[in-house]
Each structure stands twice: as C-alpha cells, then as structure tokens.
C-alpha cells in the first residue's frame, strides 16, 4: 500500500477482518483494563498495561506492571505517568522497529499534558484528542453550552458565581428554578462535587466547594430517571451506541449521594421514542464535537423527567467511560461490532469507511438492546482505612443455596457468564491492599435487571449484591501499618473512571 491508498471497508464484516489483521501495536495504559475489556478479542496485537492485577496474572493480554511504592498516587494520571515511564513499558514502546512497521500506539482512560510530552518525546502516537481539547469539553460548563448550541438541551439552570446561600437563593428566583436544586462544579469525580441542596443547613456541609468556584452550575432538581449512552464522532458522522439505564448514589454499592455506581441494558427499559430521542440528541452532540475539533469516543448522560417526560442533557465525558464495557460487550456487539472500533477507524489515517453512520444507528436502535445485561460497581463505603483480607479471584460465578456466590470457572472474559443465573466477578482490589472511602473493591456483571423503575435495587439485586459483599473481608490496621499510613494521603480511587 502507498502512503495515498485507501483501504475501503464498506460493511462491519470489512471491519472485523480489517482490525483482525491489524498490525499496528495498541496499547491501552490505565490502572485496570476494565473499561476496555473484551476489545483485544477484536484487535490483533492489543495489548493492555496495568497497575492492578485484576486476574492474577492469567490474562494473556494484559501486562501488569508493579507498583514500586516509590511515590502515592493522586490521581490516574499519575497512575498512568507511572506506568509509561517504567522500564518495562518503554522497554516495550521503544522497542526498534523497521521503517516499514508502524509506530505505537496509545490509549488512555485520563492523560495530561505531562503524558502528552513524554509520548511525544518518544514518537509515540496518542489516539485520543488533544489534552487541551478534552479538558475544554469536559467543562460540565462547557457541555451546558455546548449543548444549547446543538439544540439538545439541560435541565433549567443558570451558570453563576455562587457566594453565599442567600445568592443562591436569589439566583434560584431569579431562573425560576423551584425550592430545591442541584449544584455541580466544572469539573470532578462522580458523585463528589454534585450537590443535592433543599436548605441552608445541605448549602453549609459543602459552602466551600461551591464558593471556591468561579462558575457553578446551579439548576432545578427534578424528579427523573438517569441514563447513559456512547458515541464516537468520526469524518463519517457520529456512531451511536444503545441507551442504558444508570444506578446512582446507592448506599449499598457507594458513599456518594450522587455517585455512579451501575448500569443496565435491556428492551423494556425505554420507550421507542424516548432511545431515539436521545440517538438524535447524541449525533447532534456528536455533530458539535467533530466542528469544534474533537475526535472519536465519548458518552452523555440524559434525565428523563418523571412528570412532563422531558429528555435533558445531563452532562458529557469527552473519553471511554465506566460504561464502556457494557457498550463494547453487550449482545449487539458481540454479533456485529464494538462502537470503540470506530474511534479507532477516526485515528486511521489510510481508511475510507463507506458504512453510513445512520445505517448503523438504525441497526441499533432496532437490535442494540437484544438480551438482559447489568453491571453493579462496589466500592469501599466505609470512613476508616481498613485491610482487605480476603477477595475473590475474577471469574464467573453462580448463587449458592446459602446465599453465597459459588466460584464455577476462573477466567477473563465477561461473555464467559451469560445464563441468568451466572455473574461474572472483575475483582480490583485484592488481598493485602488498604481498603479506603470510594476505592472500587469490583464489578459484577449480571444479565438480569436490578433495579425498580424509582431507582433502587429490587430484590434480585440486593440479593447479589449482599453476595458479592460477602466476597470481600477486611480489617482494622494495626499500629505499625496506622505509623506507615499517617503520613499519606488516600490513593487514587474511581479506576472504573465514571466521572
């Protein structure tokens, strides 16, 4: 092939068999592989580079690097900075190659500028967006905006300085926006700068996340129902992947109120209407992004209003998400193709893709919902640092008659537990580990619905989540590991990367 040819994939078989005979190396560094599990079954010469070993070192394409302790982690950038430095990952990247061989590639769940030189420094190739770029649309600020522009509007709100609560108040009036609200930051993890206000005593408990704050979003609070959906916005149009339901603030999964903490996938969930409402919110969305520069994956969040049926922007993630391997991994993938492979097409210089984006949209609004999936994320909900004593190995798993899970195989792929009856176990936390406030201990999958239509378990998934904790034991730490922890600060948690 000459530096100026095409190769032509007119159909997703032309796309399988593309990225089957892939030779270009991929990487995809991040503390787990969760978010982009299942895609080395897809791409020849994928290869996932860890911090954490989710599958005691039995998956075959994930490489574990090991935590030297040399330095406390603040966030997962840092984790992936760590990771790209050490002898073993440059050792692979900058292995010599040919001039006929093509240069690495990269994938990140979180990377900043630091990570942008160091990849640069090397001639190694991101294929994500710029940094600069994903910071900018990542502005929940911004997304707000954003979406006004793309007609795909937000919950009532006013974008302000708050200062106090009496100007909260008078902001409220001001925006008619009722006599209780939410307030979110620009930027933040899931859950930890959403705040939930019904009076001046909730406004003090976090007065001084907001006030520090050049711009808030301060908005109505309604009575909805939250959802998710991906999409990836290439030069071909926006691909679009099926609606799911989310779980949100669920004491027995999380510590935080407005925190992510799950997902489903199934028919009965949405109305027609309502999954192509929000298709056609998210490739206007999409449409947005490509003119302002950004390329490839990202995920929106939209509220269903429970008394007028209004669909609203809720907020956008310019990058894989938590949501990930459910799209990449849900039954309409498995028989036609995983939406990430299109972000990986946008970054595919010498590719002409014929396949119109609407054909495939049209597929999956007819068949993305095929079949039942659940995924329930666990964190660590309690105050004191404690140390895991016991977890399980990753693998699927059946209900026992005692109402434990039972072990049936140890493996690595989700797809492995389809029956109703199985789960399967990604574990993140092992044995031996310090257990803090918001870590992620694992994620079950299920392929059963969990919740009611209000946004609660319903009692077959309290009775696997009460199973699933049973997994994992802990305890409190003795004096000399209190004397080794006083002088840290608390590791980065959210590695599923829900933000």
């Known amino acids: 092939m000459t530096s100026n040819s095409k190769t032509k994939l007119r159909s997703t078989a032309d796309i399988r068999q593309f990225f089957a005979e892939n030779s270009v190396p991929y990487y995809f560094i991040s503390a787990t592989n969760f978010n982009l599990m299942g895609i080395a079954d897809w791409v020849r010469g994928w290869q996932n580079i860890n911090l954490v070993d989710c599958y005691d070192g039995h998956h075959p394409h994930v490489l574990v690097v090991d935590d030297d302790h040399s330095r406390i982690f603040e966030s997962i950038e840092d984790i992936n900075l760590y990771l790209l430095n050490s002898p073993a990952v440059k050792a ?103 705040f939930f206000i019904e009076s001046e005593a909730d406004y003090q408990k976090v007065a001084a996340q907001i006030e520090t704050e050049d711009t808030v979003k301060l908005m109505r ?72 520069g950004y390329r490839g994956y990202f995920e929106v969040d939209y509220l269903i209003d429970q008394d007028n049926g209004e669909v609203y ?122 257990a803090y406030k918001g870590g992620d201990l694992g994620i079950l999958f299920l392929n059963r619905v969990v919740r009611t239509p209000q946004g609660q378990l319903n009692a077959d998934g309290e009775q696997w989540v009460s199973a699933f904790r049973k997994t994992f034991q802990f305890r409190q730490l003795n004096q000399e590991e209190r004397s080794l922890v006083e002088a840290f600060r608390q590791p980065a948690d959210n590695k599923s990367g829900r933000n």
């Open 92 to 194: 692979l990247l900058n292995a010599e190659k040919t001039p006929a061989q093509a240069r690495s590639r990269v994938i990140f769940l979180l990377f900043n500028e630091h990570i942008e030189a160091a990849c640069q420094s090397r001639q190694i190739d991101i294929a994500l967006p710029k940094n600069a770029m994903v910071k900018a649309v990542d502005s929940k600020l911004t997304t707000t905006e954003l979406g006004n522009q793309a007609g795909v509007f937000s919950v009532p709100n006013v974008l302000a300085k708050i200062s106090s609560y009496a100007n909260l108040q008078q902001l409220a009036k001001q925006a008619d926006l009722g006599q209780r609200w939410v307030v979110q930051t620009a930027y933040g993890d899931s859950g930890k700068t959403t």
């Open 313 to 434: 922007l809720g907020e956008l993630n310019a990058r894989i998400t938590g949501i990930s391997a459910m799209t990449n991994q849900s039954y309409f993938s498995a028989s036609h193709l995983p939406l990430f492979l299109f972000h990986l097409l946008e970054y595919e210089p010498n590719v002409e893709l014929t396949l119109k984006a609407d054909t495939f949209n049209q597929s999956v609004l007819a068949e993305g919902a095929v079949g039942t999936a659940a995924q329930m994320i666990l964190k660590y909900t309690g105050e004191a640092l404690k140390i895991v004593t016991k977890a399980p190995v990753s693998g699927v798993y059946v209900m026992g008659n005692n109402g434990g899970l039972k072990l049936k195989q140890v493996g690595h792929q989700r797809r492995a537990a389809l029956a109703s009856d199985e789960a399967y176990i990604l574990r993140i936390m092992k044995t031996g580990e310090y």
């Open 221 to 292: 609070r309604i009575n909805c129902t939250g959802t998710a959906i991906e999409a990836c916005a290439t030069r071909w149009g926006t691909f679009v992947g099926p609606l799911m339901t989310e779980l949100i603030g669920l004491k027995t999964l999380t510590p935080y109120a407005g925190g992510w903490c799950g997902n489903e996938l199934y028919e009965a969930a949405f109305s027609a209407d309502i999954r192509q409402q929000a298709q056609q919110k998210t490739e206007a969305l999409g449409n947005a992004l490509y003119q302002r």
